[in-house]
């Protein structure tokens, strides 16, 4: 089903949230999947929350010494419908950090989902997409640049997940964004990709979440084959896999020969992540990951592929395969 629309991104120019900016401007490394206001709360915790009132000038404060000492070029800010989105905050962090930021539309995953879904067709969240993509959130004149995280859960995923999915895939090909989905502690990736491309989605506008809590290199590297990108974007949550597991799997990657498919971030989505409240902070990937890469003997070259060149590739849609 084809949606009319306006809104289709001019090769290699990315959307922020101040505003379109060419890819060429970015100089400095990329977070490929970060959060920077989000609530994920269901049990009234408060734990799953980055607040843009309590938590924002930590945040502003983190992102603008990456900026200052790493040369932090860019954040994609997977935030999306269901999960507290909140653009205008995502405007004022950018401006006060003089990082750009790249926000996303889409559905996270199925315990997340808002009741927009229930009972929506494929081509009515299609349209609910590209509208959004082409209009912007409600009245802020601010619109997405990537559809993320778009999400499920276990080895496949479930009714409305696929729908979702699908949905995604189509509002992608239909306005020249990107996907990146969410795969729960990395399960999911291929039956993902299997989804994404049947809807006509290339496999170089995908990213596939999590990867690397996936002790599977053989995942790996097949979905990098495909041409899809293997997002190790998890750094630091030692929690759920640690960091010495994850230099094996990139490393694994890289030995394949798949350094060009390979994006990298730290899914900071607590406020106990932050580094103002004991955290390893948006930072952990910069100061602790990478001098373990290099002393592993990965050059300056391939780090600014994976940091870089590759998310910048991801977002624009450039398809040059990099050795």
Known sequence: MQHPHTGVVRPGRLRTVTGPLPGSAVHGPVL???HLVLDLDRAGEGAAVLEADRHGAAVVTELAALRKEYGLGLVVELTC???????????????ASGV????????YYEPFHPAELDGASVGELTATLVREIDDGFGDTGIRPGVL??????????TEPETR????SAQAAVATGLSVATHAQLGRGGLAQLELLTGAGLAPHRI????????DAPSVHRELAASGAYVAFDT????SYQSDTVRLRLLLALLEAG???RVLLSCDISRHAYLRSEGGQGYGHLFRSFLPRVRAAGVSEDLIDLMTRRNPLRFLTGADTKEN
């Open 32 to 34: 490929a999947h970060e």
């Open 81 to 95: 419908r269901g999960m507290g989105r909140d653009p205008g905050a995502l405007a004022r962090i950018s401006t």
């Open 258 to 260: 798949h350094a060009d």
């Open 207 to 214: 990213s596939l979440g999590h990867q690397d809590l996936l």
């Open 235 to 238: 750094v630091g949550k030692e």
């Open 164 to 167: 979702a999915l699908l949905a």
């Open 100 to 107: 750009p930021v790249v926000a996303a539309t889409g559905w």
């Open 148 to 157: 993320g995280e778009i999400g499920s859960h276990g080895d496949s995923p």
